[in-house]
Each structure stands twice: as C-alpha cells, then as structure tokens.
C-alpha cells in the first residue's frame, strides 16, 4: 500500500494523477478462511482491521451483501459522543471516542474527525435532573462532561432560541471533545488497512446460509458458492434476525427504519452538534455547510429505508422552534437506514448458541459512533473467547435480567 | 403514509391517526414460568422481513385495538381485523399463503 501524505499529494500533482492505487483489492473468495466477518460496514471492517492489528488473525475475509458501506454507515448523522449513563456504555463507547481521535493517523486515512462538541439541551425539570445525574455519572467513569446553564447554552451556540414558550433550555449537557467524522472515509480507511494486510473484501456477496457440523460452525453458503471458515462474525444491522435465522437462532431485535435529512449548503453558523431529545430533533453543520438533521424512528417495524414520511415534519417543527433561522432553509434530501432495536437499547456483542458464531449487532440508532470501540471489543471476544469490553452485552442478559437501560438514560435519540 | 381500515368504525385512518402497538398473537408467560419462556414472552419476536402481524390502536379516532397483517418489507396491507381473536382469520391467513408462497408466522404458515 502506498501510503497518502502531502509529499504524496505533491508527487501526483506532477504526474497527473496517474499514480495512485486502488484503495482497496475487488477480491473473489478462496475456499476458506480462518475467520468470516458477514457485513462490510464500518463495526464488520473495524472487528476485521482489530482482528488483524491485535491478534495477527488476517486470514480473514469480509462478505458483503451489497458494497462497502452502503448501509447504515453511509446513512447516519456521524455523530460521536461518550455521554452515557451506565457503566458497560460509557467504557465501549469512550474507547470508540478515543480511538477515533488518532485513527486518521492510525488508517494513514483521513476521516476528518472533529472534536467540535455534543450538547445536549435539558429543556424539562425532569431532563435537567437526568443529565446532572448523567455528568456525575461520567466523572465517576472518566468521561469528561459537564452540565452548562442556559446563558452557556446561549454562549455555545448562538443561533439557538433558549427562552422558547413551550420548552424552553434549562441546561444542556455538554461533553467539548465529542463531535463528528466523515461516515463513509471510516469505512473506507478499515477497508484499505484491512485489504493491506491481506484480508479479502468481497462485495457484491450475500449469505443464503451457514453450514454446520455439530453444533459447531463450517462456513457459508454465499451467492459465490461455499466459503469455509473456523468462526464467523455477524454483524449486518438491519438485518440481524435474517441472518442469526439462516445460522439456526433467534435475536431479541426488531428492525425499524430511522430517517435524517439534510438541507441545502450555508454559511457556517454552527459549529458543534446539537441534540434536543424532548422535542426530538438534532442537527449539526456539515463541513460542506449543510445542516444534518436526524429524525425519528418509525413506531412499527419495517425495512424500507424511507421511514414515515410524517416524521419529517415532526423534525423541522421542533427543529424551527429551537433554531427560528432555519425557517426559511430547504432541504435537499431525506433517507432511512434499518435499524436494529433491542429491548434495552444497548447493542448485543456475544457468542451464540452455534460454536464458533458470534453476532455483533443491536447498536440501534446509535452505532456509528462506537465503530472503533465495538470493533477493537468484538475482535477481542472472537480472538480470545473474552473481552472486558464486551462482557455485559451477551446475549444472556435477556434471559437474566441484567438489562443496560439506555432508553431511559438517553431517551430517544442515541 | 400508511392508511389501514379501523375493523370496528370502518375509518380509513392514515398513520398519523393510529397508534402502534408492536407484534401482535404474544402468549403471556407469567409466574411459575420458565426463564427461557419468560425471556421468549417479553423479548422473543419473529421480526420478519415479510409479512407481519400487529396490534394498532385506533387512538385519535374510536379508541379500539384492532390487528393488521402488513409487509414489512413492500408495506403491503393484507387487511384488519378485530382484537377479539388469538389467530388470524382464516380467510386472510388464505390471501396471504396465496399471494407469498412459503409464508410462515410463528406457528401460522
């Protein structure tokens, strides 16, 4: 691999341009591998890209149903943020923060990582005491937050209308080093490192099923014949349930669609990520200036990638209320992504009932920014059969009780 | 938008007018059940990528719960039916094996 640098850059200016390589190799599959990851998006090529820079596992090859990245990786707000209440979320999810903060320099890939801020607005009694209770909740974990009053809020962000009639900001909880990278060059840069160390990306490759032997794991079947391997990774979103069922289990998942929405390009007039749960819309500003808008889940399953298109409105509306400016912005485009819900809103990385199986999946609305952290835990739990990391999302914990209650700590959008 | 037909008012009600109420035909397992059913009731769902059946609430309209069989997939609406019924009606159970062939739902196929 040629590695990217402004020396680089200056040399293929020279040449035209004619130098440069192919990120990453269009590989058709070999007869077996010691491990298969199903599912090219950002969790499956970073569990591949861990697998081989912690364990030295490369004999690894990574199928795709579609092409890398289109799913849920390409589709989210990019948001990155650590703010979490319970002890398992904040420790997969700092580790995620952290590591993107060198994984440009770590993927010799720039995935324009901004530390540009996350606020959060309190805008009833009952958030405010939420979020207080969330910021000394991650002192004792070591996330650094704080909880800001409104004249703060005001300072941070000045477009906002903090003395609104219905909801007004009472606080926001504040986490300065959270922020936003660029979605698709976080799949792409995993992608390149992972085709470098010899891995094999092979897209365009969907599992029709997972052959077995006694109980233990043998390979897939694909739309490109049987591929043999030790262990498989599933990590596919949207479509977990689909593909557990082909390997002869069940998930506690329900697949919804989660739509965002984006407006035409302005000046810049925001410059960190804003989140208003009460009234249920967020938004930041692209570095190509448009305002990235997240919206709501529909309320009943479905794999359209559309959404309801009523969520839409319910979005603006709230969003026109906390920021009159935008009033008159139009927006350019509206999307869904397949999300997969658990029952306590946390993600599931575990072992399943078929050895040498394991599922990453469950990250619901929220699995963009813990891309790294999830990866760096489940190629942990694949390698040695443990991670710290990884330990209390089991599966099991549905059967035990021994829930990671995300959805009151963080209410809707996370 | 989703329009489904209220099965006691006759509305046609578009989405905005319902309230969902997740999977529907869920057998409760209470005490004296096992952890394995117990988990199954509240967490177990089919999540089909095909046809589904689910509780609606007709809530800014009559009140009344009612079930719907819909696609998940194509949004496909099969049809209503009232809350009064563990099983789908037969008839519709019929329009559905016809229409996707190998249809299976839990113990409904």
Same mark, same amino acid.
């Given at each position: ?7 680089? #850059?200056?040399?293929? =200016? ?12 269009? =590989?058709?599959?070999?007869? $077996?591998?010691?491990? #298969? ?19 030295? #596992? ?20 990019? @948001?990155?943020?650590?703010?979490? &209440? ?5 420790? @997969? ?25 996350? &606020? ?18 991650? %002192? ?96 596919? %979103? ?16 329900? %697949? ?69 400016? #935008? ?42 920014? =813990? ?30 009780? $021994? ?6 700590? %963080?209410?809707?959008?996370? | ?11 046609? +009600? ?5 309230? +969902?109420?997740?999977? +529907? ?7 004296? *059940? *096992? ?50 019924? *563990? ?6 159970? +019929? ?13 409904? *196929?």
């Amino acid at each position: 691999m040629k590695r990217y640098s402004a020396f680089a #850059i200056a040399r293929e =200016a020279l040449k035209g341009h004619t130098g440069w390589e192919r990120a990453w190799r269009n =590989a058709q599959p070999k007869k $077996r591998y010691d491990v #298969i990851i199903v599912g090219a998006g950002g969790h499956g090529l970073a569990t591949a890209y861990y697998l081989g820079k912690n364990f030295g #596992i490369t004999n690894v090859a990574v199928i795709e149903k579609g092409w890398l990245g289109g799913g849920n990786t390409g589709r989210n707000t990019t @948001i990155i943020r650590s703010n979490y &209440l319970q002890d398992p979320s904040a420790a @997969i999810y700092e580790k995620a923060r952290s590591l993107y903060e060198t994984m440009s320099q770590d993927l010799n890939f720039n995935v324009m990582f901004s530390p540009r801020g996350v &606020l959060m607005l309190a805008q009833t009694e009952h958030e405010v005491r939420g979020y207080q209770r969330t910021a000394h909740a991650n %002192a004792l974990q070591g996330v650094t937050t704080e909880f800001v009053s409104p004249e703060r809020v005001k300072e941070i962000v000045p477009i906002i209308n903090i003395d609104g009639p219905r909801y007004p900001v009472l606080g926001g909880l504040w986490q300065a080093r959270a922020g936003t990278a660029r979605h698709d060059a976080v799949a792409w840069g995993y992608a390149r490192a992972c085709s470098d160390m010899g891995m094999d990306i092979i897209q365009k490759c969907e599992v029709t099923g997972v052959t077995r032997e006694n109980g233990k794991v043998t390979g897939v079947e694909t739309t490109k014949g049987h591929i043999g391997c030790d262990k498989l990774g599933i990590v596919v %979103a949207g479509h977990s349930g689909q593909v557990a069922e082909l390997a002869g289990f069940r998930l506690p998942i329900e %697949a919804v669609p989660l739509q965002a929405l984006v407006s035409e390009p302005i000046k810049p007039c925001m410059d960190c990520v804003v989140m208003a749960n009460t009234v249920h819309g967020y938004m930041s500003q692209s570095d190509k200036g448009e305002m990235v808008i997240g919206g709501g889940t529909d309320g009943y399953n479905g794999f359209t990638q559309r959404g309801s298109f009523h969520h839409v409105e319910e979005t603006v509306r709230a969003l026109v209320e906390t920021f009159p400016m #935008i009033s008159r912005l139009k927006m350019l485009r509206q999307w869904g992504g397949i999300v997969d819900m658990t029952g306590d809103r946390s993600p599931i990385l575990s072992k399943t009932p078929v050895e040498g199986v394991f599922i990453n999946c469950g990250w619901g609305t929220g699995g963009f920014k =813990a891309i790294p952290g999830s990866g760096w835990g489940f190629a942990e739990l694949m390698a040695t059969g443990h991670s710290p990391l990884t330990a209390d999302f089991g599966l099991n914990r549905f059967r035990e009780g $021994r829930f990671i209650d995300e959805s009151v700590a %963080a209410g809707v959008a996370h | 938008m989703l329009i489904l037909q209220c099965p006691y008012c006759g509305v046609m +009600a578009d989405e905005t007018e319902l309230h +969902a109420g997740g999977e +529907a035909h869920i057998k409760r397992f209470g005490p004296g *059940s *096992s952890d394995e059913e117990f988990e199954g009731y509240m967490f177990g769902r089919e999540n089909p990528k095909g046809v589904h059946f689910e509780r609606w609430r007709h809530v800014n309209g009559c009140g009344k719960w009612f079930h719907a069989a819909r696609d998940t997939n194509t949004m496909e609406v099969f049809g209503t039916y009232t809350a009064q019924t *563990s099983t789908p009606p037969e008839d519709l159970l +019929a329009q559905i094996r016809d229409k996707r062939p190998g249809f299976k739902w839990r113990e409904f *196929s």
